[in-house]
């Protein structure tokens, strides 16, 4: 189905080039194949001077079906490489990473590098909105840049439900060696992905909303693709340490609905990183990881040397569910006890303690960060708002089917990606701007793609506000934003009186609490078009989301790349000849 890989070693870089950066077709063409001989040679030409300073990392995935059993049940996969999560991607801040995604599947397929800012460069962001699919048979290399970032984050595929099948994994990118990073290096890191899970595939998921009912419930919880219970002696260990050393555990929910409470039998836990920022270095016995949300605790080896149970719990359920994993000690002697550590009061008494936790989280403001300057430099409590977007979560039925959306407007994704459409002059053939106002208002729900128009280097600040009896997650795509609050009832103005103006952190996701508010600020300083969605995925699919367009009127390269001459063009764009290209630096 695909041709066989080019390979060319460049120092110590594997450089792998199937049609670089672009889709793999047959071609038997000469002139062809000449002219991508000729652009080999050039890039081996400028990695050799490149390299130096901004590292690649090239990684060559196969995204196939395959036989799962995260619950016990037999049900369908989506591997990458043949591995279920996927394959780990460890890099430095500022690499350049390069990934060549071949899709084996028999429906078109994206992935997303959530959390990762792609500055400049929406082209590679690996949503419905900013991209057009890979299609079956098909690859397409994605390339994009780590630039000045650290931390945890997820990648997952956003076609379809495809992301409740698998195709998840986790992206850790460390600090380069020049900037000191606030504790030492750690014996060991352990990547550890939690989420909720469905023993129903992807594709009667699918077929369930499609029909406009809920997917309900999921089935239960697991720890890195698997569902472990207590007194299973045979179960492969989470993570193997040593007396008296301490190890980064990277956490993530890469679930579809459910907060997660995890606790670590008999350790405490610092919290050092959370999406991106060095944290205060709090101790906590347990945390809540709410959908799509990263971070890393250190964890020393303190205890007695045996095992010790690694344990996730669903939270704000009747009946949570709960999955374990043994941490195991080297050299240790004994089974972890069957007596797991409590997870935290549930119902309303349970979101007050999870509300006071998040207030806990706090900006290490004298840390450094990816960029050679202290974390806590940039005074966002200072600059003036220069716009107020109150965003209200709204669930309703469209002739008699469940939609999901945004102050009354429930998204769908168009054949033409917005961003193409908008790109090629084209936007009023495929969505119109600004169906959400920047005040949620009464009336129908008006199902249609939505688009919100921003300016370039404003400085913004969006409310959500959830009148809804569950908890909701929401993430900006492009952009760190500072999480200034989350309070209980209605927002007001007034309420800015309790925004943390000092040392928020900032990050991609917040979480907000039923019958409750957050509010974060972010200066709009990333051109692309931007994803902000629900990261529930029945609610996204649905229609809880939006994109928006934050355009630099000086259309120079200094603001956004231009499109990558590879780039697939799909919609009302194919075959159309590519605008003047944005020039400057």
């Known amino acids: 189905m695909f041709p066989k890989l080019l390979q060319e070693e460049v120092g110590s870089h594997i450089l792998l080039l199937p049609h670089f950066l ?106 419905p909105g900013t991209m057009c699919p890979i299609l079956p048979g098909q690859n397409f290399t994605y390339h994009f840049q780590v630039k000045d970032q650290i931390g945890s984050y997820l990648y997952f595929p956003t076609t379809g439900l495809h992301r409740a099948a698998g195709g998840i994994g986790i992206l850790q990118v460390h600090s380069r060696d020049l900037i000191p990073v606030p504790f030492d290096r750690p014996a060991d890191e352990f990547a550890v992905i939690l989420g909720d899970w469905y023993k129903k595939g992807h594709k009667t998921l699918k077929r369930l909303l499609d029909s406009g009912r809920s997917i309900g419930k999921p089935d239960g919880i697991v720890i890195n693709g698997k569902s472990g219970k207590v007194g299973d002696l045979a179960a492969e260990p989470l993570a193997v340490m040593e007396q008296g050393k301490t190890y980064r555990y990277r956490v993530c929910n890469a679930g579809l609905k459910n907060s997660i409470n995890f606790r670590l039998q008999g350790h405490t836990m610092k919290l050092v990183e959370l999406e991106g920022s060095h944290t205060v270095q709090n101790v906590y016995e347990s945390i809540d990881l709410h959908v799509g949300q990263c971070l890393s605790v250190l964890v020393t080896a303190n205890q007695v040397p045996k095992d010790y149970y690694f344990v996730a719990s669903s939270r704000f359920a009747r009946r949570p569910d709960v999955a374990v994993a043994v941490v195991r000690y080297a050299n240790g002697n004994g089974p972890a006890s069957p007596v797991l550590p409590p997870a935290p009061t549930e119902n309303s008494a349970g979101i007050a303690w999870s509300m006071n936790q998040f207030r806990s989280f706090r900006w290490n403001l004298t840390a450094s960060a ?41 998204h769908v994704d168009t ?109 709009l300083d990333n051109a692309g078009m931007w994803n902000l969605r629900s990261e529930m995925l029945e609610r996204t699919y649905l229609g809880q989301q939006m994109y928006v367009s934050v355009l630099s009127p000086a259309k120079s390269l200094r603001d956004e790349y231009n499109i990558p001459e590879s780039q697939q063009l799909c919609g009302i764009v194919k075959g159309l000849p590519k605008p003047t290209p944005y020039s400057g630096t």
Request: a positive charge.
């Open 415 to 523: 054949e033409t990606p917005l961003k193409l459409a908008e790109y090629f002059g084209l936007a009023d053939k495929v969505f119109k701007y600004d169906l959400v106002k920047d005040e949620p208002a009464n009336g129908p729900v008006v199902v249609a793609p939505s688009v919100v128009n921003a300016v370039f280097r404003n400085f913004v600040e969006i409310i959500f506000e959830n009148h809804e009896k569950t908890i909701q997650t929401w993430h900006l795509d492009g952009y760190s934003f500072f999480a200034v609050a989350i309070e209980p009832g209605r927002w007001s103005p007034d309420k800015r009186k309790l925004y943390n103006l000092q040392d928020a952190v900032s990050r991609n996701t917040i979480q907000v609490y039923p019958n409750s508010w957050a509010t974060v600020m972010t200066t």
């Open 22 to 127: 672009g889709v793999c077709r047959k071609d038997s063409n000469k002139q062809a194949m000449g002219s991508r001989m000729i652009f080999v040679a050039l890039l081996l030409s400028v990695s050799m001077g490149v390299m130096a300073e901004d590292p690649y990392l090239f990684f060559d995935w196969k995204v196939t079906y395959g036989t799962i059993a995260p619950l016990g049940v037999p049900q369908q996969g989506i591997l990458i490489n043949g591995e279920f999560p996927g394959p780990k991607i460890n890099c430095t801040s500022n690499n350049n990473i390069v990934v060549n995604v071949f899709n084996y599947l028999d429906e078109p397929l994206l992935l997303t590098w959530s959390g990762v800012q792609q500055r400049k460069n929406s082209w590679q962001d690996g949503t």
């Open 370 to 410: 990816a960029r050679p300057n202290p974390q806590g430099s940039y005074h966002y409590g200072k600059i003036n708002i220069t716009r107020t977007i109150k965003v209200t979560n709204t669930r309703s039925l469209v002739n008699g089917k469940l939609r999901f959306g945004i102050n009354g407007v429930s």
